[in-house]
């Protein structure tokens, strides 16, 4: 007698994973999640079942890797924040550095060092910090979500939505500053992030990351024509809008960082809470929901939790691409694939990338070559190597 066919979403068949796992669907790759993280035993990448003691030992030897690698990116940011300090158009040598960083009271105000390192480089450097932890936190996030290596920010269209919405405001509601169109950045990215992961979502799962990434450039193409249309016809929208478009850190000062700060906290503590959850859910949704996950909840606070650092990263230093696409990339490469590992990871990896390219721009030609062109210069040979390799395989 012919056996049925389980329904789709029922029990799994004799023999079959306990779990109910989720097959892969065409075109998905899932970030594997590392054995023994998320399930009650460890197990191989083929199922079968290991040592205790090797699965211990392999997680020690996961924890000190990414010890060692979050001491040495604490070393090279802090060299990067004092190079970044030195550089500019008046250079400083390491004591006039330190000279300036130590000087208190009058001294910072009347001190030319002093000056040239409070009141324009350190501004400078803090929000360069911000601005790339923001973008690697919500990077990481978004390709733990979607199952996706592809997914990024700027690829998906939340800085294009917070582009548009931040041109509108200077056309329509002549906003000049920081202050005034930040929460038009934020409805942007949240518009822009919910509608496309719904029209590439698949009765609850998400597509493959041919069609996301197709989806998410279709609406970055309409959302820049509507920015385009807008500029076009406004000129003192688009003299004030093309300053930011670019993607620039120049003249930011502590007015811009300030109002944006809670914000990135806050985003920044709903990514990091998300991490075992995201864990959980790059098994598969069905073995996440059997794990206790709230799908609906862990989607909902991922997607707000990039909408806040995003639209807060995009208003303050306009649209910065591929940051958050490099950054998890190379995480997983060094630390291997836990996400609370990664995502407590991208808050150092992310300032570095983002002073590295700070740091290039001012130094590469005579002038200064805004920071958004340089991430893109670095982060476009990762995007074309991953589509190499996928091709490959």
């Not at 690697?136 to 979607?146: C, D, E, R, S």
């Amino acid at each position: 007698m012919r056996r049925r066919a389980p329904a789709v979403g029922g029990p799994p068949d004799d023999g079959g994973p306990s779990g109910g796992g989720e097959p892969p669907s065409e075109g998905k790759e899932a970030i594997p999640i590392p054995s023994g993280e998320s399930a009650d035993a460890p197990a191989r990448p083929d199922g079968a079942p290991v040592d205790e003691a090797s699965a211990g030992h392999d997680r020690a030897l996961r924890r000190r890797r990414a010890i060692a690698v979050g001491i040495a990116g604490l070393a090279v940011l802090a060299g990067l924040a004092v190079v970044g300090i030195a550089i500019g158009a008046k250079p400083l040598t390491l004591g006039e550095v330190w000279s300036g960083l130590t000087a208190t009271g009058r001294d910072r105000r009347e001190v030319p060092e002093a000056v040239i390192v409070w009141q324009t480089r350190m501004p400078r450097t803090a929000l360069t910090v911000v601005v790339g932890a923001s973008l690697a936190l919500a990077g990481v996030a978004m390709q733990a979500l979607t199952r996706n290596p592809l997914a990024e920010p700027g690829l998906l269209g939340v800085n294009s939505g917070a582009a548009f919405a931040v041109a509108l405001a200077i056309s329509a509601f002549g906003a000049t500053s920081v202050d005034d169109y930040v929460w038009f950045a934020f409805a942007g990215s949240a518009l822009a992030a919910s509608f496309i992961y719904v029209v590439s979502a698949r009765r609850g799962r998400t597509s493959g990351h041919a069609h996301l990434v197709l989806v998410g450039a279709a609406v970055s193409a309409a959302l820049g024509s509507c920015t385009g249309i807008i500029t076009m016809f406004d000129k003192e929208a688009f003299d004030s809008y093309r300053f930011w478009v670019i993607g620039s850190l120049a003249d930011r000062g502590y007015g811009i960082l300030a109002p944006l700060l809670p914000f990135f906290a806050a985003g920044c503590l709903l990514a990091l809470l998300a991490g075992p959850s995201l864990n959980a859910m790059m098994l598969g949704e069905e073995q996440a929901q059997a794990l206790g996950v709230r799908l609906g909840l862990v989607r909902a606070v991922v997607l707000l939790a990039v909408t806040l650092l995003c639209g807060a990263a995009t208003a303050a230093s306009g649209p910065i691409g591929f940051v958050g696409l490099a950054i998890p990339h190379i995480l997983r490469l060094l630390v291997g694939v836990d996400q609370r590992t990664i995502l407590g990871l991208a808050l150092i990896a992310g300032p570095c990338f983002m002073l590295a390219a700070d740091v290039i721009g001012r130094v590469a030609v005579s002038g200064e070559l805004e920071v958004g062109i340089v991430t893109a210069f670095l982060g476009a040979p990762v995007l074309i190597a991953i589509l190499v390799r996928k091709a490959a395989t």
